[in-house]
Protein backbone atom coordinates (compact mmCIF):
# COMPACT_ATOMS: atom_id res chain seq x y z
CA UNK A 1 0.00 0.00 0.00
CA UNK A 2 1.21 3.41 -0.94
CA UNK A 3 2.27 5.15 2.16
CA UNK A 4 1.35 8.91 2.38
CA UNK A 5 1.60 12.10 4.11
CA UNK A 6 -0.17 14.07 2.65
CA UNK A 7 -3.54 14.91 4.30
CA UNK A 8 -6.55 13.85 2.76
CA UNK A 9 -9.30 16.54 3.19
CA UNK A 10 -9.75 15.70 6.88
CA UNK A 11 -10.54 19.28 8.91
CA UNK A 12 -10.68 19.39 12.38
CA UNK A 13 -11.99 23.25 13.34
CA UNK A 14 -10.65 24.07 16.49
CA UNK A 15 -10.00 28.05 16.27
CA UNK A 16 -6.39 29.16 16.72
CA UNK A 17 -7.66 32.30 17.18
CA UNK A 18 -10.84 32.88 18.83
CA UNK A 19 -12.58 36.16 19.06
CA UNK A 20 -10.48 37.89 16.87
CA UNK A 21 -12.11 38.44 13.39
CA UNK A 22 -15.18 40.17 14.21
CA UNK A 23 -15.25 42.74 11.45
CA UNK A 24 -17.61 41.59 8.52
CA UNK A 25 -16.50 41.68 4.90
CA UNK A 26 -19.38 41.91 3.21
CA UNK A 27 -20.40 45.27 3.69
CA UNK A 28 -16.77 46.33 3.73
CA UNK A 29 -15.83 48.57 1.51
CA UNK A 30 -12.84 48.48 -1.41
CA UNK A 31 -9.79 49.95 0.46
CA UNK A 32 -11.12 50.30 3.46
CA UNK A 33 -8.70 48.76 6.25
CA UNK A 34 -9.22 46.07 8.81
CA UNK A 35 -9.66 48.38 12.26
CA UNK A 36 -9.62 45.71 14.50
CA UNK A 37 -6.37 44.50 13.21
CA UNK A 38 -5.36 40.92 12.32
CA UNK A 39 -4.66 39.67 8.95
CA UNK A 40 -4.16 42.38 6.84
CA UNK A 41 -6.38 42.59 4.00
CA UNK A 42 -5.04 44.10 0.17
CA UNK A 43 -6.74 42.11 -2.38
CA UNK A 44 -10.26 40.95 -3.57
CA UNK A 45 -12.03 38.12 -4.27
CA UNK A 46 -15.07 38.84 -6.43
CA UNK A 47 -18.33 36.69 -6.09
CA UNK A 48 -21.53 36.86 -7.88
CA UNK A 49 -24.32 37.50 -5.42
CA UNK A 50 -26.26 34.75 -6.62
CA UNK A 51 -23.40 32.09 -5.81
CA UNK A 52 -22.79 33.99 -2.29
CA UNK A 53 -26.50 34.07 -1.26
CA UNK A 54 -26.71 30.26 -2.37
CA UNK A 55 -23.44 29.41 -0.60
CA UNK A 56 -24.79 30.77 3.12
CA UNK A 57 -27.93 29.07 2.19
CA UNK A 58 -26.50 25.87 1.03
CA UNK A 59 -24.22 26.06 4.66
CA UNK A 60 -27.39 27.16 6.40
CA UNK A 61 -29.36 23.89 5.36
CA UNK A 62 -26.30 21.99 6.47
CA UNK A 63 -26.94 22.97 9.94
CA UNK A 64 -25.88 21.52 12.58
CA UNK A 65 -23.22 20.03 10.85
CA UNK A 66 -20.57 21.79 8.59
CA UNK A 67 -21.54 21.96 5.15
CA UNK A 68 -18.43 22.25 1.99
CA UNK A 69 -18.30 23.03 -1.61
CA UNK A 70 -15.96 24.45 -4.36
CA UNK A 71 -16.55 27.39 -6.39
CA UNK A 72 -15.69 28.42 -10.49
CA UNK A 73 -15.35 30.83 -12.65
CA UNK A 74 -14.05 31.30 -15.87
CA UNK A 75 -10.41 30.13 -16.94
CA UNK A 76 -7.85 32.83 -16.40
CA UNK A 77 -10.30 34.97 -13.64
CA UNK A 78 -10.21 34.73 -10.05
CA UNK A 79 -13.96 35.04 -9.81
CA UNK A 80 -16.89 32.96 -7.98
CA UNK A 81 -19.55 32.22 -11.25
CA UNK A 82 -20.76 28.80 -9.96
CA UNK A 83 -21.22 26.97 -6.85
CA UNK A 84 -20.74 23.40 -5.86
CA UNK A 85 -21.99 22.26 -3.17
CA UNK A 86 -20.14 18.75 -2.53
CA UNK A 87 -21.75 16.69 0.41
CA UNK A 88 -19.44 16.85 3.82
CA UNK A 89 -18.67 13.08 3.93
CA UNK A 90 -18.00 13.53 7.76
CA UNK A 91 -21.26 14.72 8.43
CA UNK A 92 -19.57 16.25 11.53
CA UNK A 93 -19.98 19.52 13.41
CA UNK A 94 -16.67 20.50 13.65
CA UNK A 95 -14.73 18.91 10.61
CA UNK A 96 -15.52 18.54 6.98
CA UNK A 97 -14.18 16.01 4.99
CA UNK A 98 -14.06 15.98 0.94
CA UNK A 99 -13.07 12.79 -0.57
CA UNK A 100 -10.23 12.33 -3.09
CA UNK A 101 -12.70 11.10 -5.73
CA UNK A 102 -15.58 13.55 -5.16
CA UNK A 103 -12.96 16.66 -5.69
CA UNK A 104 -11.69 14.41 -8.54
CA UNK A 105 -14.98 14.51 -10.08
CA UNK A 106 -16.46 17.96 -9.35
CA UNK A 107 -12.69 19.54 -10.98
CA UNK A 108 -13.69 17.05 -14.32
CA UNK A 109 -16.88 19.02 -14.44
CA UNK A 110 -15.81 22.23 -13.66
CA UNK A 111 -13.28 22.00 -16.22
CA UNK A 112 -15.67 20.46 -18.85
CA UNK A 113 -17.64 23.69 -18.27
CA UNK A 114 -14.52 25.67 -19.37
CA UNK A 115 -14.17 26.96 -15.53
CA UNK A 116 -11.25 26.72 -13.22
CA UNK A 117 -11.53 26.15 -9.63
CA UNK A 118 -11.43 29.63 -7.84
CA UNK A 119 -12.67 29.08 -4.35
CA UNK A 120 -13.41 26.67 -1.87
CA UNK A 121 -15.77 27.20 1.10
CA UNK A 122 -17.03 25.46 4.17
CA UNK A 123 -18.93 26.70 7.19
CA UNK A 124 -17.90 26.98 10.64
CA UNK A 125 -21.38 26.30 12.80
CA UNK A 126 -20.07 27.21 16.37
CA UNK A 127 -16.68 28.84 15.27
CA UNK A 128 -15.34 32.29 13.74
CA UNK A 129 -14.85 32.97 10.16
CA UNK A 130 -10.84 32.24 10.95
CA UNK A 131 -9.08 28.97 9.43
CA UNK A 132 -8.54 26.14 12.17
CA UNK A 133 -4.86 24.80 12.37
CA UNK A 134 -5.95 22.04 10.26
CA UNK A 135 -7.87 24.29 7.64
CA UNK A 136 -4.40 25.74 7.11
CA UNK A 137 -2.46 22.03 7.01
CA UNK A 138 -4.76 20.56 5.17
CA UNK A 139 -5.63 23.17 1.92
CA UNK A 140 -4.77 21.39 -0.86
CA UNK A 141 -4.84 24.52 -2.81
CA UNK A 142 -3.53 27.38 -0.88
CA UNK A 143 -3.60 30.02 -3.73
CA UNK A 144 -7.59 29.22 -4.72
CA UNK A 145 -9.76 31.65 -2.57
CA UNK A 146 -10.59 30.05 1.06
CA UNK A 147 -14.14 30.89 2.08
CA UNK A 148 -15.04 30.14 5.89
CA UNK A 149 -19.33 31.31 6.51
CA UNK A 150 -19.45 31.23 10.29
CA UNK A 151 -22.94 31.18 12.23
CA UNK A 152 -21.76 32.45 15.10
CA UNK A 153 -23.72 35.76 14.34
CA UNK A 154 -26.79 36.51 12.28
CA UNK A 155 -26.19 37.26 9.47
CA UNK A 156 -23.53 34.66 9.01
CA UNK A 157 -20.16 35.81 9.26
CA UNK A 158 -17.87 35.24 5.68
CA UNK A 159 -14.40 35.83 5.14
CA UNK A 160 -11.97 34.48 2.56
CA UNK A 161 -8.63 33.85 2.56
CA UNK A 162 -5.52 32.47 0.59
CA UNK A 163 -2.42 30.54 2.09
CA UNK A 164 0.03 31.21 -1.06
CA UNK A 165 3.63 30.96 0.15
CA UNK A 166 3.12 30.11 3.30
CA UNK A 167 1.09 32.85 4.34
CA UNK A 168 -2.35 33.51 5.61
CA UNK A 169 -3.90 36.96 3.33
CA UNK A 170 -7.26 37.86 4.34
CA UNK A 171 -9.53 39.14 0.87
CA UNK A 172 -12.39 41.57 0.66
CA UNK A 173 -15.19 39.95 -0.85
CA UNK A 174 -16.42 41.87 -3.30
CA UNK A 175 -20.17 41.38 -4.68
CA UNK A 176 -21.49 41.91 -8.38
CA UNK A 177 -24.40 41.17 -10.29
CA UNK A 178 -23.79 40.97 -13.94
CA UNK A 179 -21.51 38.03 -15.38
ZN1 LIG B 1 -12.66 25.13 9.15
Redesign the pocket.
Same mark, same amino acid.
Given at each position: MKQSTRCRGQ?T?EPIAFGIYRCRTRYKKKHESDKEGGVKSSAFFYIHEVVYEEMIAYCRQGLPNEACGLISGPAGTDTGHTLWKLPNEAKQKNRFLLSEDTVAEALEEIRRKGDQLTGIF !?S !?PTKVAY??AM?IACNPYPGVAYI?ISFTDSPPDVRCFTMKDNKLQQLDIVLFRNK
Open positions: YD !H !HPSDI
